[in-house]
């Protein structure tokens, strides 16, 4: 799953709780805004970039 997070504040995103189907959970806290989370179930986080504007 892919997750872009776009915010004009400076601040981090303090957490981002992802529900899966399955029923699992996964929890990412401390994030930058304005990047694209490439999140996995079970794992978590795999892939942080910066969100190209086009």
Known sequence: MSIHSR???TFPI???EVRWPSGA???LRDQ???RLL?????????ASEP???E
């Open 7 to 9: 915010s004009s504040s």
């Open 14 to 16: 303090e957490r981002v």
């Open 25 to 27: 959970v996964d929890v």
């Open 32 to 34: 930058s805004a304005d």
């Open 38 to 46: 490439t999140i996995e179930e079970g794992v978590g986080l795999i």
């Open 51 to 53: 969100f190209l504007k």
